[in-house]
């Protein structure tokens, strides 16, 4: 079945730095991918979403590219807030309009 | 709009009693969803809906129940509530399939001791 493996965390930043999460996905045929994030106590949000090969999603400053040679979205910041702290979690979409997602990657940015 | 609701936002169940987990849209989706999120195992799909009347099982749906009698709501009922249960259970809901947004509610927190 479909399957989304993203790197595991906490990833610890400082402000300023540059962000990478790795994200590699196992799926038929040619899924939307998506990255959705959590602030503490909250529910998922949108953060972008890609839906075919080549494509790149943005938004606030994060983007990732849709690699279908790799089976990668890997999203990536030049330069992380404290503000961006949360949980970011890479997904798949299905035709039948449900999810599948990775286990999510904490992000902990300090001043 | 209010987006999508959830009542309430924290539960304490003892094993074996049974409870409804509200979910409500005013977005008038046709496609609606309930996760379960634990830790180190990011969210699973429990059930989903496609439209009113019309209901499927995702990846873990032992132990829960669903029905989808109206477009605007879609309650997860747990029928004899056990540890194994306790998670915090997220609703969501998209306009359509594939590539459209999914919009989550706020989470339901619920204990089973």
């Known amino acids: 079945g479909d399957s989304v493996t993203q790197m595991e965390g906490p990833v610890t930043l400082s402000e300023e730095a540059f962000l990478t999460i790795n994200c590699t996905y196992t799926?038929?045929?040619?899924?939307?991918l998506f990255w959705y994030v959590q602030y503490p106590g909250e529910g998922l949000q949108l953060l972008l979403k890609?839906?075919?090969?080549?494509d790149k999603g943005s938004n606030k400053g994060f983007e990732a590219t849709y690699r279908k040679e790799t089976t990668s979205f890997h999203l990536e910041k030049g330069s992380v807030q404290v503000s961006d702290s949360a949980v970011y979690f890479c997904a798949l979409g299905h035709v039948g309009s449900t999810l599948t997602f990775g286990k999510g990657t904490m992000l902990l940015v300090s001043p | 709009n209010a987006g999508v609701t959830q009542t309430p936002k924290f539960q304490v169940l003892k094993t074996g009693q049974s409870m409804t987990l509200q979910c409500a849209q005013d977005m008038n989706h046709e496609y609606m969803s309930w996760y379960r999120q634990d830790p180190g195992m990011g969210l699973r799909l429990i059930h989903y809906s496609v439209g009113a009347g019309i209901t499927d099982q995702g990846e873990v749906p032992n132990g829960y129940n669903v029905s989808r009698s109206t477009t605007e709501d879609f309650p997860l009922r747990l029928l004899s509530a056990a540890p194994s249960q306790t998670s915090v259970y997220f609703c969501?809901?998209?306009?359509?399939?594939?590539?459209?947004?999914?919009?989550f509610g706020p989470g339901t927190r619920l204990t089973v001791t």
């Open positions: 799926a038929t045929g040619y899924p939307s």
């Open positions: 890609a839906t075919k090969a080549d």
């Open positions: 969501a809901s998209t306009a359509g399939t594939g590539t459209y947004e999914q919009y």
